[in-house]
Every structure is written in C-alpha cells, then in structure tokens.
C-alpha cells in the first residue's frame, strides 16, 4: 500500500512495488522447486519454536468470517474519510501508517489533521473508542511502499515492540498490522512481535499484508515470521495484486486478476502450517486502488465460495475445503467509499454470510 496514487504513473501506483518483475519471477521459479504441499507438518512444529506463553490470538473475539480494510490517514485522491466514516462492514480497520523514527526500529503516528480536514488527534481516538464500542478491532499498520522500519537486531526488536504498545495506550489500537513491504528479518520481526504479546496481552490482533512474492514459500521470511507466531497471529491478509504470475500450490502459473490467482496462492498458505482462519484474501478496491490486479467483487467472492464450499472455482479447485478461512481484506477503505461502497457492500456481506 501506498501513501500517494497516479494510476498513469507506474511509480505511485497505491502499492507499488520495489522489486522488479524479474526479480519476482526469479523467485516464482526458484520456489518451484520446493514441494509445496508437504510442508505443513514440519512447518507447524517449527512454528513452536518461539512461542509467547500463555498468549492466545485475538481471533477468538472476532468474527469467524471477517474483513479487514485500510484506512488512510492521508489525501492521495481516494474519498478522505474521518474513521467513523468508515463503513460498518470491515471487522479489523488496519490504520495506514505508523512511521519510523530515529531509533531503529521504533515508529510514531499522529494524525494528518491538514492532510485530513482539519480530524483531531481527540476526535481520532474518540473515533477508535466507538468503532471498538460497535465490536470493531482498530491496528496501527507499519510500512506500506515508502515504510522504512528495520528490525535486524535485539535492540530494534525490543524498540519496535515498546513503541508500538506505546501507540496502543495513546491511541487505543488492539494491536499491530505488519506491511512491510522492503523486506523484513523472520528472526528479529518475530522477536517483537512476541515482545509485544507480552506487553499488551492476550487481546493483541496481529494481522500481516506480505505481497505474493514473499509467500511463495515457507522458507520466505515473510512466511516464516507468520510461522514463528502463529500461536498470536490473527490474520494474513496477502496483496494479490500489483504482481506478476505467481506459483499455485500445485506448481501452475497464474496470472494475477483472476479466480485461479486467489484460490491456488492462497492454497500454499493453507497446505503450509497457517490455520484456515489466518488466512485472507487481499485485494484493491477499485481499478484506482492498484496498478494491477483488480478483480470484481464477485470474483472475489467466487474465490472465496472455493475455497470453503468448493463452489465457483475456476480451472483450479484445491483438493479440499477450508471452511474457517478468514475472510477479506481491501486497499482501502478510502477507495471503497470512493466507489460507493461497492466493494464492502458486496464481499462484506458475502464474508459475513459464509457458513
């Protein structure tokens, strides 16, 4: 995700990307040769291996089935919404996005207020009191396209964790949404997020937005930092857009903007040590949100009826269902409502109805 958007300009794209199409895929066709479906045993015990004692994930407050949006605090020419104008469909309202500080690994937010209309700082967390008040889950993001934040080290890991508890005692979020988009170290990011399950507890919503390129494999980093805290992870929420062909779990290429693209990446997550219910499915908005990989709600919700009844799937159809798949996520809020809703009206109430 991205703070500013010209959808004729491949460098602002709302989620642009650092990594060359060559690049990805390199990385496509060096995970091809990994067996990709007989992971899931060894990857789940090796998910143990740094648990957070006694923590459980905040999923069991949620919906079984919910949606996830971002909400931009910034003007990049999608609808600028106060977050009460955020639609009542999105469960988890991922804010967009803390920054980073001097300190390595540390981030701050405040709230555009010019950027915004003039939306202070109080009737910001007024605003975050009533949406959790409504059952809703507010995060702080880190990251997007331009986010900066390093966490290689003891240290860093312990000031990514402390600052960001910091920001949920300031602001009332119920945790952290990891959007790093640079890359990130599996060893030190899950250190603070298990630092920070110690700090804030056993409420703690952890979500994540890695693009299809870092979990193409178990062996990603991205992966693997999901792996390590699963026991406090809420949600995965993949970008599938803005890619190239990527990888399914059957080792067929599949292009972006299409069914097959959603059900068969999301089945390597599913088939490799993620519960059904740590698993979504993200996508733009709108044909303004991405640079690529826009699909109609109904497609989306195609997909979803895939893979946890079996119905409406396109050439590839997983070999079984996952009916306690998560749900949702869109890049943004802001976009949704810039369409009317559109978006959240139709894949929300679609989420919302799954068995």
Excluded at 269 to 277: D, I, K, R, T, V
Excluded at 304 to 313: A, E, P, R, S, W
Aim: with cysteine; aromatic share 8%.
């Amino acid at each position: 995700m991205d703070r500013v958007s010209d959808p004729n300009d491949p460098s602002t794209t709302p989620s642009r990307r650092k990594r060359t199409w060559s690049a990805m895929v390199a990385a496509a066709v060096a995970a091809a040769s990994l067996t990709l479906t007989g992971l899931a045993t060894d990857r789940a015990d090796a998910a143990g291996a740094h648990p957070v004692a006694g923590k459980a994930s905040a999923a069991a407050d949620l919906p079984a089935h919910a949606v996830t949006g971002y909400w931009q605090n910034f003007d990049n020419g999608a609808t600028v919404q106060k977050l009460s104008d955020v639609s009542d469909q999105y469960d988890i309202i991922a804010v967009a996005f803390a920054d980073a500080t001097a300190t390595p690994g540390a981030v701050s937010f405040s709230v555009d207020s010019s950027g915004l209309g003039g939306y202070t700082e109080d009737q910001f967390k007024a605003d975050v009191a009533a949406k959790q008040a409504d059952g809703k889950k507010v995060v702080i993001s880190i990251g997007g396209a331009n986010g900066t934040v390093s966490v290689t080290d003891d240290a860093s890991a312990q000031a990514f964790a402390d600052s960001v508890h910091t920001l949920m005692q300031t602001y009332g979020f119920d945790g952290v949404d990891i959007d790093l988009e640079n890359g990130l170290n599996s060893t030190y990011m899950s250190k603070a997020l298990q630092s920070l399950g110690q700090e804030a507890g056993s409420g703690l919503v952890v979500t994540m937005a890695p693009q299809t390129v870092d979990m193409q494999s178990p062996d990603n980093e991205y992966f693997k930092t999901a792996l390590n805290i699963k026991d406090i992870l809420t949600v995965v929420n993949m970008q599938y857009y803005n890619s190239g062909s990527m990888l399914g779990c059957d080792g067929q290429v599949y292009s972006q903007g299409t069914v097959d693209f959603l059900t068969a990446l999301a089945c390597i997550q599913l088939e490799n040590g993620l519960a059904p219910s740590q698993v979504g499915l993200g996508v733009p908005a709108s044909t303004s949100a991405a640079g690529g990989g826009y699909v109609d709600p109904g497609v989306v919700n195609d997909a979803l009826d895939c893979l946890t009844k079996g119905t409406g799937c396109g050439s590839f159809k997983p070999d079984k269902t996952y009916p306690d798949l998560r749900g949702a996520m869109t890049w943004s809020t802001n976009w949704d409502a810039a369409s009317g809703n559109a978006w959240s009206d139709a894949v929300g109430a679609h989420v919302h109805a799954l068995a």
